[in-house]
C-alpha cells in the first residue's frame, strides 16, 4: 500500500486546514488509516485514527477540533482540522494499519507510512 499525503501549508491561529491521505495498492489489507504528527524537538505523536469498521478515535489535544472521515470511493481519509493552535505546528504523517494472510493462511501485520506534509500555524 502507498500513501499520498497532502493538504499542509501556513494558516493563522483559529483557522482551518484540510489533510488528504489517497492509498493505492492493497486497498482490501487496510484495517485502520491513522494520522501522527512530528512537532520540532518532539516525538511523533498519534492525532487520529479510522478503523475499517468506521470507528474513529481521537488525542485528547485535538478533541472537538479535528475531524478525521473517509471516502471510500476515492480511497482518502480526511483530517479537518479546525481553531488551529500553534503547538498544533508538525509535520503531519499518515499510516496505514495492514494485515495480510501467508500462503499457509498466517496474518501478518505491517505498517505503510506516507510522506509528511508540513502544517505551521503562525500569525
Known amino acids: 500500500v502507498q500513501l499520498q499525503a497532502s493538504g499542509g501549508g501556513l494558516v493563522q491561529p483559529g483557522g482551518s486546514l484540510r489533510l488528504s491521505c489517497v492509498a493505492s495498492?492493497?486497498?482490501?489489507?487496510?484495517?485502520?488509516i491513522r494520522w501522527y504528527h512530528r512537532a520540532p524537538g518532539k516525538q511523533r505523536e498519534l492525532v487520529a485514527s479510522i478503523t475499517r469498521g468506521g470507528s474513529t478515535d481521537y488525542a485528547d489535544s485535538v478533541k472537538g477540533r479535528f475531524t478525521i472521515s473517509r471516502d471510500n470511493a476515492k480511497n482518502t481519509v480526511y483530517l479537518q482540522m479546525n481553531s488551529l493552535k500553534p503547538e498544533d505546528t508538525a509535520v503531519y504523517y499518515c499510516?496505514?494499519?495492514?494485515?495480510?494472510?501467508?500462503?499457509?493462511?498466517?496474518?501478518?501485520?505491517?505498517?505503510?507510512w506516507g510522506q509528511g506534509t508540513q502544517v505551521t500555524v503562525s500569525s
Open positions: 495498492g492493497s486497498i482490501p489489507s487496510i484495517t485502520a
Open positions: 499510516a496505514a494499519d495492514l494485515l495480510d494472510y501467508t500462503d499457509l493462511g498466517e496474518p501478518q501485520v505491517s505498517r505503510s
